[in-house]
């Protein structure tokens, strides 16, 4: 995880958007870091893996802020599929 992104007011909107989704991916690393940090004891074995599950690379070009978006986007749907796998091998 990067920290937070200052959100500065009265910035360019842009710097805006990317700062809340930076911290909103780094959010999403470190739920999935905590969440199966407590369920250790109680998950099954097998678990999901993330490595080539979705892309990294661009599919197309994209201008900067898209890209950088775009990268983002990849990091949440990564936290978010081995949180939905933790959640499906606790066993209670």
Do not use: C, H, W
């Not at 097998?46 to 900067?64: F, K």
């Amino acid at each position: 995880m990067n920290g937070p992104v200052e959100i500065k007011k009265g910035g360019v909107a842009a710097d805006e958007i990317l700062a809340r989704i930076s911290n909103l991916s780094d959010r999403s690393v470190g739920t999935k870091e905590k969440l199966l940090t407590k369920l250790n004891t109680v998950m099954s074995s097998q678990a999901v893996t993330t490595d080539g599950s979705y892309p990294i690379a661009a599919e197309r070009d994209y201008p900067p802020l898209f890209d950088a978006i775009r990268k983002n986007l990849v990091t949440i749907e990564q936290s978010m599929l081995v949180i939905e796998d933790a959640i499906d091998r606790t066993e209670l």
